[in-house]
């Protein structure tokens, strides 16, 4: 593999041999991992038809799933039970265990965006929700960025339960006080569950994990009702999922419906051998392809985020839009530009490390395949004043038992 300095990126489609293709197969074991060693949450959701309404904002609406849907809900649900099942069981690797894998740079790329998108939206004292937290990975980030409260969900009852509970226990128990929800987030009302002062959060963060919920129009917009009845006003939503353009893009490059290099391969069904993903066929949901990661995960089921429908769908639950990029976009625009490239470059040689011009062609491209995202939450600065002054001060900083995690429907 050819190793790249990372000062421009290379869009460009590659294809490897068909032995390069059986090396990536045959090297994906686990599911897919966001950086840290640790994997996203699979989250699934059923929806709910009654109307809800966000605080300090207008109604959104939600319509009640037909039989049709609703079987498919249960499908997926069940599906989204089995890889938390197998995600639980996974063992941890230790560090130098990922240094000697072969997307290992790849990871520290993921973590960079990760670690320095937060650190643009974090504040001091920040109440946050890690939403698909899995087994803790992401705890560092907000213990450095000195959050004042903290909420885990994952649908991975025994990551949680066992691995986010024991980090947090060991590294920063004394350093903000935390709960931790085992339960599938694209299901379930988190607002029902937690005391109104947990309910009026900063920042939620959702890494490698939000593309799960558009297998149906249902589970996306539980997933965001969620969002806004957990966010204040001017509070962001913040994240890392698929780059659908680049997707459909890498596509129409090729012949058949798959492409690949040694790292990943991406693979689509005959449903759509025309290449096209008209919105009046699916709505921008459920369009499905397969999934294979070098060292991560082997044909995993993911779906599409076709962009203008996520953003149209999240505008009617309050979130506006403030930026999308595309991972090579984001990478050379933060540490360039002259607002944000002091913070960026420091991290940067942090995680990247004195390897930090090693990342391969390959590896570069896989990267290609992401975008971050960022929403604020629709009200005045009056709202969002007044939704800070309102709130309860956070309990003190405790250890927590692994009886203490809130489990709900659909850990698995």
Known sequence: MQRRALVAPNATASRSTDDARSRVMASGKRRRDDGDGDAAGDDGARAESAPERRNGGAAVHEDAPTTTAAASDVDKDAAANAVARHYSSRANQTHGERKKSVIYRLRCLNNWVKSNLLQSRLKENDRVMDLACGKGGDLKKYARGRVGFYVGVDIALESVRRDAVTRYNAEHASEFPAVFIAGDAFVVDLAAVLPEHQRTLDVISCQFAIHYSLSTEQRARR???????????????VGTTVDSNVLVRKLREVDGLAFWNPVYEVEFDEAFKNKTFPT??????????????ADAVTKCRECMVPKDVWVSLAAEYGLELVEWQN?????????????????????????MGDDQLSMTDEEWEAAY????????M??????????????KPP???????????????GAA
């Not at 395949?369 to 604020?376: I, Q």
């Not at 309990?395 to 429907?409: C, F, G, K, S, T």
């Open 223 to 237: 997933a965001l009702r969620n969002v806004c009845k957990m966010l204040r006003p001017g509070g962001y939503f």
């Open 327 to 351: 991972f090579h976009d984001y990478v050379h625009s933060q540490l360039s530009a002259p607002d944000t490239r002091e913070r960026a470059g420091a991290l940067w040689s942090q995680i």
């Open 395 to 409: 309990p003190a900083p405790q250890r927590i038992e692994q009886e203490d995690v809130i489990v709900l429907e």
């Open 378 to 391: 629709s009200g005045s600065a009056e709202s969002a004043a007044a939704a800070v002054f309102n709130r």
């Open 280 to 293: 009046a066929d699916t709505g921008g949901f459920g369009i499905e392809y397969t999934f294979t990661l």
């Open 369 to 376: 395949l992401y975008t971050t995202f960022v929403f604020r």
